[in-house]
């Protein structure tokens, strides 16, 4: 059962837009949420994460919007370059148990 | 440097092979993880270790079992080795079950 689901398993926005790529999660007590970018041939690296008590978390043009009651949330990628094409994988957890991972969006930015 | 060293990058081997793949953290941190990624670029956790003692095994084939000589080395060994687990193996560590992962490179391995 996937606990995290990531909407798009792929996007392709051109340079200069804003990318969104949505989450959602099914177990309440999840309170913890870090995104990782992942580019071909590396690991995973954590980007942003942001704790259920707030509903923004904001570093430079990488934003997450979160909504505890919808069991949701999205990263928005402000002014789109070409060197953030990569995979974005969602997590969850509850900071008891290792997190669980959404099967990540692959986004594409064209310049 | 402070970081998650895998080795090797890359692995090929035959069926029914023996394979090990090494993993090394220098952040000072007291859990080390294995997660497999396959094709579509899923992450499966496979191990977690604690001070030494697993603490999280999701359903892995026995084949496969983790190797730890102390909190900053954590190894994978798979015996016999079959071609579904041509993958990457990607290690990880954390402070306790902390959700900021330090993630190495990987290794692929390609079973043929």
């Known amino acids: 059962q996937q606990q995290v689901r990531q909407s798009s398993q792929s996007l392709t926005v051109w340079e200069g837009e804003t990318a969104i790529l949505n989450c959602s999660y099914e177990?309440?007590?999840?309170?913890?949420f870090p995104w990782y970018q992942q580019f071909p041939g590396e690991g995973p690296a954590l980007l942003i994460a942001?704790?259920?008590?707030?509903d923004k978390k904001e570093d430079g043009r990488f934003t997450i919007f979160f909504n505890k009651r919808e069991k949701n949330l999205s990263l928005h990628i402000k002014d789109s370059q070409p060197g953030d094409s990569a995979t974005y994988f969602c997590a969850a957890s509850d900071n008891n148990n290792a997190p669980r991972f959404g099967a990540g969006t692959k986004l594409s930015v064209k310049p | 440097e402070t970081a998650v060293f895998q080795t090797p990058n890359y692995h090929v081997t035959q069926v029914g092979n023996e394979v090990s793949f090494n993993c090394k953290q220098t952040?000072?941190?007291?859990?080390m993880y294995w997660y497999k990624q396959d094709s579509k670029k899923l992450l499966k956790i496979m191990f977690s270790y604690n001070n030494k003692q697993l603490i999280v095994n999701e359903t892995v084939p026995r084949r496969f079992s983790p190797q730890s000589s102390d909190k900053a080395h954590l190894n994978l060994r798979i015996k016999s080795v079959e071609p579904e687990d041509s993958a990457v193996y990607l290690c990880?560590?954390?402070?306790?079950?902390?959700?900021?992962?330090?993630f190495g490179s990987g290794t692929r391995l390609l079973v043929i």
């Open positions: 177990n309440s007590a999840f309170d913890y």
């Open positions: 942001i704790r259920s008590v707030s």
């Open positions: 990880a560590s954390s402070y306790g079950s902390a959700a900021d992962y330090t």
């Open positions: 952040l000072g941190h007291d859990t």
